[in-house]
T-cell receptor
């Protein structure tokens, strides 16, 4: 079945440091890929998405590129802020009308 | 446009009771999905409704059920609550048949004592 693997956490960075959160997936066909973010006490917010190979999703300085050859969708940001502290989830959907399969999530803490 | 709303936000129940959670999707969205989030199991899919019909179901016991109304609002019910049902229950809405991006509500945090 479909699965998503995220790097182990938590991750602690200083403000303005570079961020990379690894995400790899296993799926048949051509799934769509997503990054969601969860701030303390809140639900999930869509951060970015990509629907086909080589697509790059971007939002709020975050980027991720759909790499079919390595089945990866790593999240990157050049300069993190304290306000980026949250839990980040990678997810896939095999197609419309389908459930999301999530990774375990990783907690990011950014120090001033 | 208002986002997905869920009520109540917090709930405390005792073992053996039942509970009903409510979700109102984004205006115009016709599909509603439910997920359970726990520290141990992470995010797990419960079920999905479209036009009042359940289209997909996750691997949960029959104590978990749901329905969708003609205005796309959805409810989920958990009967005979167990301690392990303590979780954050998230609802997500999707525009419709060919759209796959799901937008989540703030969740209902259920504590079973």
């Amino acid at each position: 079945g479909d699965s998503v693997t995220q790097m182990e956490g938590p991750v602690t960075l200083s403000e303005e440091a570079c961020l990379t959160i690894n995400c790899t997936y296993t799926a048949t066909g051509y799934p769509s890929l997503f990054w969601y973010v969860q701030y303390p006490g809140e639900g999930l917010q869509l951060l970015l998405k990509a629907t086909k190979a080589d697509d790059k999703g971007s939002n709020k300085g975050f980027e991720a590129t759909y790499r079919k050859e390595t089945t990866s969708f790593h999240l990157e940001k050049g300069s993190v802020q304290v306000s980026d502290s949250a839990v980040y989830f990678c997810a896939l959907s095999p197609g419309a009308n389908s459930k999301l399969t999530f990774g375990k999530g990783i907690t990011l803490s950014v120090r001033p | 446009k208002a986002g997905v709303t869920q009520t109540p936000r917090y709930l405390i129940k005792t073992r053996g009771q039942q509970v009903t959670l409510s979700c109102s999707p984004i205006s115009g969205h016709r599909s509603v999905s439910w997920y359970q989030q726990t520290p141990g199991q992470g995010l797990q899919f419960l079920f999905e409704y479209f036009s009042e019909t359940q289209r997909n179901k996750g691997n949960f016991p029959g104590r978990f059920s749901g329905r969708q109304f003609s205005n796309s609002r959805s409810e989920m019910n958990v009967s005979t609550l167990e301690l392990g049902d303590s979780a954050l229950y998230l609802c997500a809405s999707t525009l419709g048949a060919a759209e796959e991006t799901q937008y989540f509500g703030p969740g209902t945090r259920l504590l079973v004592l």
